[in-house]
């Protein structure tokens, strides 16, 4: 099939961006021709990175005035969109009547009613990154819907060498237990910053030898002031937070962040809802254990190898759906279990755990496990 992704250029350093990079060689492996229609990372003219032809976003978000033409332009057989597919709802008649398949986050209970909505307007076939939001999309009426879940490049993500000599690379301290957060701040909830670092403050005045690395963008557009939080929870000297440059001008490597990875003890993973929640397997492919909220994919991804903590449902209006907001005594009832495990033979255990769980979402074993029988199902449809 000539397939066409809709979705962030491959190059672009966000977990879409990630699994179209490894996604465009598994494609062309099984045989299929593949252009990438890049709303977000390209936008003027085409471009051409390596083997793969990247077309340009255009003047409105998300290439609602794109997506077609491009697809005609390329005589695309299959269009498969990797983002928030309810941000089509504008095109979303238009392209009924075409070979297509929605790979969606879904971080709520039940299935959002934009994403229902837009579905149900466009006929795309759903699949699912979780079986979580496989569950959700069937009990929603999507019989047809699919699961492929997102992949981890292995080569990039693998445990560190010796944890200590990391550190002493980064210049950062050999005896602090560290806890690490990763997550965009593009909004004042759905990562849970307020609440993880409010659980840190609680553990670290029962545990001065503790620090918090935080891998984000501190202060953005439509996110928190992290800078200020920090200050406000009384932790401002106790949190090490990533330079902003690299990470906004995207020239930041993989590698960076799987050394990152390998620096910690733990990562912290509590948000309200993940679609797939990338870091959480990334960190576990660097041996890192994780400590996540017991909802949406993060109860899959976590469960048997690190902790899931508590917490309430609150309601997302723009959705229409639950998620869970996470519960902070219950974060540090994690911290602890983390802290009292470190150095001992149960961690390095989990930590082989973590890496083992995380091969089975290799590139190449979602390609042959996942995509190649949905792909042969959806060109016979």
Not at 106 to 115: F, K, V
Not at 341 to 364: D, N
Request: proline share 7%.
């Amino acid at each position: 099939m000539r397939i066409m992704i809709h979705s962030n250029a491959p190059f672009v350093p966000s977990g879409y961006g990630a699994q179209v990079r490894l996604l465009l060689p598994r494609l062309a492996e099984m045989g299929h021709d593949v252009v990438v229609s890049s709303f977000y990372g390209v936008s003027g003219s085409p471009i051409n990175w390596k083997d793969w032809l990247i077309l340009p976003a255009g003047q409105n978000d998300f290439g609602v005035d794109t997506i077609i033409p491009h697809a005609d332009t390329y005589g695309a057989d299959l269009i498969l969109t990797l983002m928030d597919f309810w941000q089509l709802a504008r095109v979303a008649p238009s392209l009924r009547g075409r070979r297509l398949a929605a790979w969606l986050p879904n971080d709520c209970s039940p299935l959002g009613q934009p994403d229902r909505q837009v579905l149900e307007a466009s006929g795309a076939v759903p699949i699912a990154m979780s079986t979580f939001g496989l569950g959700n999309m069937r009990e929603a009426g999507f019989e047809q819907a699919m699961y492929v879940p997102h992949a981890v490049d292995l080569e990039v993500f693998r445990p560190p060498a010796d944890r200590i000599e990391m550190r002493e690379s980064l210049n950062l301290p050999t005896d602090k237990f560290i806890i690490g957060i990763c997550a965009a701040n593009r909004d004042g909830l759905r990562k849970g910053f307020p609440e993880q670092f409010k659980a840190f403050a609680r553990f670290h005045r029962a545990h001065p030898d503790s620090l918090l690395m935080v891998h984000s963008v501190a202060q953005s557009r439509g996110g928190l002031d992290l800078f200020e939080l920090a200050g406000d929870m009384g932790i401002a000297d106790q949190v090490i937070i990533s330079e902003p440059y690299a990470q906004i001008t995207g020239i930041m490597e993989p590698y960076v962040i799987a050394d990152w990875y390998g620096c910690l003890d733990v990562l912290s993973s509590c948000s309200y809802g993940e679609g797939f929640g990338l870091p959480v397997l990334e960190a576990q492919a660097c041996g890192t254990p994780v400590i996540a909220t017991d909802c949406s994919a993060m109860s899959e991804l976590v469960a048997g190898t690190g902790w899931l903590v508590r917490g309430q449902p609150f309601w997302n209006p723009t959705h229409r759906a639950w998620w869970k907001r996470p519960d902070v005594d219950a974060i540090v009832k994690a911290y602890e279990k983390a802290y009292a495990e470190r150095g001992t033979a149960r961690s390095k255990r989990r930590q082989g755990q973590c890496v083992e769980f995380a091969a089975g979402y290799s590139s190449p074993a979602v390609a042959a496990e996942f995509w190649a029988p949905a792909l042969k199902t959806l060109e016979e449809m």
